[in-house]
């Protein structure tokens, strides 16, 4: 596995694409409290609280890093640099309406249960939006030396 090969927009994306396929089975997305109960807190994985638009995300940063350790295992010659753009791009868009919405939890608009958002459902907007930092730092780095700055062309004599 070459890791060295990989641009540095290429190693952006993955490090938020896994950390937030990390922090997705934690439990602190959102919170649920009833009159007289005590709060309790659910998972982005928690039976249908979010709906689908933060899971596609999180399968979407999902797909990127299998893509970047396809690269880095020399299995793929070259992907395509607006690849990882649009991948952190939708991801985005869609954790953004995640963040909308909000958790559903079924409270049917009962008297006393509260519903919340959680702060990793905040940080998972983040790591996306770092995934699409990462993807067009891919696109507009594939001629850049080693201190991100544009190779230029010797001036015309």
């Known amino acids: 596995m070459d890791l060295e090969g990989l641009t540095r927009g290429e190693a952006v994306a993955g490090g938020a694409a896994i950390a937030l396929i990390i922090i997705s089975v934690i439990p ?9 109960m005590e709060e309790g807190t659910f998972g982005l994985w928690d039976g249908g609280v ?17 893509l970047i350790l396809l690269k880095a295992t020399g299995a793929m010659r070259s992907i395509p640099a607006v690849t990882y753009l649009a991948l952190g791009l939708t991801a985005t868009l869609l954790m ?13 608009g009962l008297s006393g249960i509260e519903e919340t958002r959680g702060p990793l459902l905040y940080a998972g907007a983040v790591l996306c939006a770092v995934t699409l930092f990462g993807g067009w730092l891919h696109l507009r780095g594939e001629d850049t030396d080693g201190f991100g700055n544009r190779s230029a062309a010797p001036p015309p004599m």
């Open 28 to 36: 602190l997305w959102g919170s649920v409290s009833f009159e007289g």
């Open 50 to 66: 979010f709906g689908n638009l933060p899971k596609f995300a999180a399968f979407l940063e999902l797909a990127t890093v299998v």
């Open 96 to 108: 953004l309406m995640g963040v909308a919405v909000g958790p559903g939890v079924g409270g049917g």
